[in-house]
């Protein structure tokens, strides 16, 4: 999962460690800054829980997904969350693919299309990594 960091809101992918079990730290790629990820079973106790809680999070307060996973794991306030949302200049709910691809999309790599069939892109990511056999972080690259 992506969650965002309180210091520079930048997104970072959160691996499970070896064993499967969430890790329970966000080191930030952006700034190095290292987060307690103490709240993670509050939220569900398996990724698919998770990531359910996160959407409806995310769809409920216009956010988008790294910032909903935020609010919930309490590393940012909600109110903060919308802000930093709304300065972002598009509103989730405009957006009708995930805003993981965003970045794609407005780089030209990927057409709004092409985004929304290929869904969630965490889901996207690892069913291509599992069916390529490809390293996850090559597998977010793609």
């Known amino acids: 999962m992506y969650i965002r960091c309180r210091e520079c809101w930048g997104s ?3 691996a499970p460690t070896e064993s499967g079990l969430p890790r329970r730290r966000l080191h930030c790629a952006q700034c190095e800054r290292e987060h307690r990820l103490d709240n993670l ?15 409806s999070c995310a769809e409920r307060h216009e956010l988008d997904l790294p910032t909903a996973y935020s609010v919930l794991l309490r590393l940012v306030d909600l109110a903060e969350a919308k802000r930093h949302c709304a300065s972002l200049g598009e509103a989730h709910t405009e957006l009708n693919y995930d805003w993981g691809f965003r970045g794609a999309v407005t780089a030209g790599y990927l057409s709004e299309a092409q985004a929304i069939e290929r869904g969630n892109r965490e889901t996207y990511a690892t069913r291509l990594a599992e069916r390529h056999g490809l390293p996850l972080s090559l597998a977010f690259s793609v």
């Open 12 to 14: 970072t992918w959160v």
């Open 41 to 55: 079973n509050s939220i569900g106790t398996t990724p698919a829980a998770r990531h359910t809680a996160a959407v």
